[in-house]
């Protein structure tokens, strides 16, 4: 039966508690040996809105709201608004008064398909603009700004943690289709970015902003955009520490974008990030770029892995790496130019741990921007890396080398990776390694009958709290597959704080949890997230600290 009211918001239900419970190795509160039965959250309320409603009815399914905005002023904590097929002007949250959902109840705005934002908020030059609001999920939406007058960001998230834009397409916006500044832990996913800020200025598909932890970017398209298609940058003139650190890029597709400069994938005081199994194509400046220009370092330790980069004739460096970023690891890449430019330029004061190895590439390198080009065999000489690289060129390693990158039975890629930070399935979520070795670039050669994506989550086991102390505890966990690491931790049920590592994939976890204050009951649960995107988290456990 539908009810014609919101939801209202209630408590877990005990039988979730004593499942839970039952979950839990007697005689301890601190352990859970099988960590899947979860707590479901709180249910909240649920909002619709429709072209054909009215903001003065209740919002609910059979007398809907008539704008996003009326839904947006009302929602907390475990609300979720759903917006069905129709034109409408964007909505902001948080400008008026905060507005956050929590671990467990997060605030979700839902597009059924076919709705669409036209039109800017009615605070802020955005279609949807996120001020301060944290643990926010923006679900489904096309951005069009057919009305002309969203003059910044299709989507807009600041200040704010724990924000997921998922599934969402984002075009023809005044400067950026997706915008984050200062927002840690964002996640952004099977977005369409393209043609935003065409033909003006310097801007960019997506841009994430300013000092940020662990970001997360995957499984979006990104084309078509001026400048750069994904921009990263820790913009130390903006406040922070100037640094985005622990990001994570994978399995998207980035192509035609830069014509007015920029990558395909900008890094600017990037550090400690992985960029794996992502297919940048006719890109018109660089394709990865790791850098210095307002960040507080280099981009400094990233692993790029996997990834296939084929350059448009009046592009730069398939890999461009300068201002003292050093400690850097380039493998098991495609990196093709169909002009002029190269594979790799490394400038000098970049050098120090830099690693290259297992490339296929095009037969031109730099240690000075371009000033010289050195051939595979001086790059060797002058670098001592890519000694188990090789020169191969688009036809014989791609089933189409116009339209298809996926390798071909007869690629010179298969099999010719190495194992050392190589990801464990492929842009498609293919497992890897099909044959004996792992394959260079995006895509897993499987033969006539490649194995099925993975599409199950990690099984997480033996949750430990060990090693408490006053001020500090350490979360142990098991998963069945290589997956992430992340603990979510708190006072209540809502947690609050989190400590992750979402740039290696392990299958023994453990994460050391400090700042804590002596004495205290804390509740905390483990999340983990397998290679292939699938995601799982473990019910709700408590440990209290010594005196």
Not at 120 to 126: G, H, K, L, S
Not at 155 to 166: F, L, S
Not at 233 to 240: F, K, T
Request: charged share 15%; glycine share 10%.
């Amino acid at each position: 039966m539908k009810l014609a009211f919101p939801i209202p918001r209630s408590l877990v239900l005990s039988v979730f508690a004593v499942a839970v419970l039952s979950l839990l190795i007697p005689g301890s509160t601190d352990r859970l040996s099988v960590a899947q039965a979860q707590v479901s959250p709180a249910a909240g309320n649920t909002y619709y809105v429709a072209p054909d409603g009215s903001d003065t009815d209740a919002g609910t399914e059979s007398a809907p709201f008539k704008t996003i905005q009326r839904a947006a002023s009302l929602v907390g904590a475990g609300d979720t608004v759903v917006v069905r097929a129709g034109s409408y002007a964007g909505f902001q949250l948080g400008w008026d008064f905060p507005q956050n959902g929590t671990a467990t109840e997060p605030i979700t705005f839902e597009a059924e398909p076919g709705a669409v934002i036209e039109s800017r908020n009615n605070e802020t030059p955005d279609g949807i603009n996120l001020e301060g609001a944290s643990y926010v999920i923006i679900d489904g939406f096309a951005v069009n700004n057919a009305g002309s007058d969203i003059a910044r960001a299709c989507i807009r998230a600041v200040q704010g943690q724990h924000v997921t834009v998922r599934n969402n397409e984002v075009t023809n916006c005044g400067s950026w289709g997706v915008f984050t500044s200062h927002s840690d832990y964002v996640r952004i996913e099977g977005n369409q970015s393209s043609f935003n800020n065409f033909g003006t200025g310097d801007h960019h598909g997506m841009y994430v902003s300013n000092s940020t932890v662990e970001p997360v970017i995957v499984n979006n398209v990104i084309r078509g955009n001026w400048a750069n298609g994904l921009h990263m940058n820790g913009d130390l003139s903006q406040g922070g520490d100037g640094l985005i650190t622990g990001a994570r890029v994978e399995r998207n597709i980035i192509y035609g974008n830069g014509k007015n400069g920029g990558s395909g994938i900008n890094c600017d005081g990037v550090q400690g990030s992985l960029i794996r199994n992502n297919l940048l194509y006719d890109n018109h400046a660089s394709g990865i770029s790791l850098y210095r220009i307002d960040a507080a370092a280099g981009a400094k330790n990233n692993k790029v892995v996997n990834n296939t980069i084929r350059m448009a004739t009046d592009g730069r460096w398939a890999v461009n790496i300068k201002n003292g970023s050093t400690g850097n690891t380039v493998s098991n890449n495609i990196l093709l130019h169909d002009g002029p430019k190269g594979a790799i330029n490394i400038v000098r004061d970049s050098l120090s741990g830099f690693v290259s190895d297992h490339n296929a590439v095009t037969d031109r390198f730099s240690k000075d921007d371009g000033e010289s080009v050195l051939t595979l065999a001086q790059w060797r000489s002058a670098t001592n890396q890519d000694g188990n690289s090789f020169v191969a060129d688009p036809a014989a390693l791609f089933v189409d080398a116009v339209n298809d990158y996926h390798l071909s039975a007869t690629s010179p890629a298969i099999d010719a990776g190495s194992s050392l930070n190589a990801p464990g399935v492929d842009i498609e979520g293919n497992a890897r390694p099909y044959g004996p070795a792992h394959d260079i670039g995006a895509y897993e050669f499987g033969g006539t009958s490649p194995p099925a994506p993975d599409t199950a989550p990690p099984v997480i086991s033996d949750v430990h709290a060990s090693a408490i102390k006053r001020r500090s505890v350490t979360i142990t966990w098991t998963t069945d597959e290589a997956s992430s690491t992340s603990v979510q931790y708190g006072r209540t049920t809502d947690y609050g704080k989190s400590r992750s590592d979402i740039t290696n994939f392990v299958t023994q976890h453990s994460m050391t949890l400090t700042g804590l204050s002596a004495n205290t009951r804390y509740h905390y649960r483990v999340k983990s997230e397998d290679e292939a995107g699938n995601p799982t988290t473990s019910g709700d456990l408590t440990f209290k600290t010594a005196r």
